[in-house]
């Protein structure tokens, strides 16, 4: 059956270190991977779209790999701050206008 | 940026009766947009795909003649919950992408709508 799994309900980091969540999917081919942010009681936030082709995509402090053959993506925030406390979900989507297929997400807490 | 409105943020209801919560796509057009209902400590399941001037396509399990689902407009779907229950008490999100960009690109969420039927 088709999974998307992101391996940590929760993670505690210090500030000022780096952040690495981890999502793992399972029967899917996804064209591409998108990762948000989700804070209680909102809607989800875009924060970083990575292509099938593409191995890293960066933006500020965020990093995100795609390896197609290990079927993972890698979320890293860098000098992590409080304010970076969210939870952070995992996006798929096969081809064309599908939909969103989202893993559980991960709740970051940065502690100062 | 693209933003999407969804209201009411929030609503009460008794068991019984209908709850109609309105998701627009205010700056640009989306032909399609999706609906997702999230329990506590959940991730966001798809509940249906809503595409304008045509009926809604419901994931299975998801009962069309409960959560009814409107696209009259490029810029306004909306859900109805009929005769809700306890049980349907729930987080609900609306979601749309930008007809004009690359098809492969970011979905915008509304901001939810937090429904407590009592």
């Known amino acids: 059956s088709q999974k998307i799994e992101q391996n940590s309900e929760a993670l505690n980091i210090q500030e000022g270190k780096t952040a690495t969540l981890t999502c793992n999917y399972t029967?899917?081919?996804?064209?591409?991977l998108q990762w948000y942010r989700q804070d209680p009681g909102r809607g989800p936030v875009f924060l970083l779209l990575?292509?099938?082709?593409?191995k890293e995509k960066r933006k500020e402090r965020l990093k995100v790999t795609f390896d197609t053959t290990l079927k993972q993506s890698l979320f890293h925030i860098t000098a992590s701050q409080p304010a970076d406390s969210a939870t952070y979900l995992c996006?798929?989507?096969?081809?064309?206008?599908?939909?969103?297929?989202f893993g559980k997400g991960t709740r970051l807490s940065v502690i100062a | 940026g693209a933003v999407v409105s969804q209201h009411p943020s929030w609503v009460i209801c008794k068991s019984g009766t209908s709850v109609k919560i309105e998701c627009r796509s205010l700056?640009?057009?989306?032909?399609?947009m999706f609906w997702y209902r999230q329990f506590p400590k959940q991730s966001l399941m798809l509940m249906a795909t809503?595409?304008?001037?045509?009926?809604?396509?419901?994931e299975q399990g998801v009962e069309k003649d409960k959560f009814l689902i409107n696209h009259a407009s490029l810029t306004l779907s909306t859900l109805t919950v009929t005769s809700a229950h306890p049980e349907d008490s729930s987080f609900y999100i609306c979601?749309?992408?930008?007809?004009?960009?690359?098809?492969?690109?970011?979905?915008?969420f509304g901001q939810g709508t937090r429904l407590t039927v009592v």
């Open positions: 996006a798929l989507v096969n081809s064309g206008n599908t939909p969103l297929v």
């Open positions: 029967n899917y081919s996804p064209a591409y």
């Open positions: 990575i292509r099938e082709n593409e």
């Open positions: 979601s749309a992408r930008d007809l004009l960009k690359d098809m492969n690109t970011e979905a915008f």
């Open positions: 700056d640009f057009q989306a032909t399609t």
């Open positions: 809503s595409n304008e001037g045509s009926k809604a396509t419901y």
